[in-house]
């Protein structure tokens, strides 16, 4: 899972561009940011 640092929404591995805003994402988030992101 990749996180926008622009808008916030959760995007697919295999995406490069953000599907909401369209910002270039960066690295897949590790196994437990993304358990800390979904407790958000």
């Known amino acids: 899972m ?3 640092s ?3 929404s ?3 591995n295999d995406v490069i ?3 909401e805003c369209k910002n270039k994402l ?3 988030l590790t ?3 993304e ?3 979904m407790q958000e």
Do not use: L
């Open 26 to 28: 960066g690295s897949p």
């Open 6 to 8: 622009q808008c916030g």
């Open 35 to 37: 358990i800390q992101a």
């Open 2 to 4: 990749k996180k926008c």
């Open 31 to 33: 196994k437990e940011e």
């Open 10 to 12: 959760f995007n697919e």
């Open 17 to 19: 561009y953000c599907t």
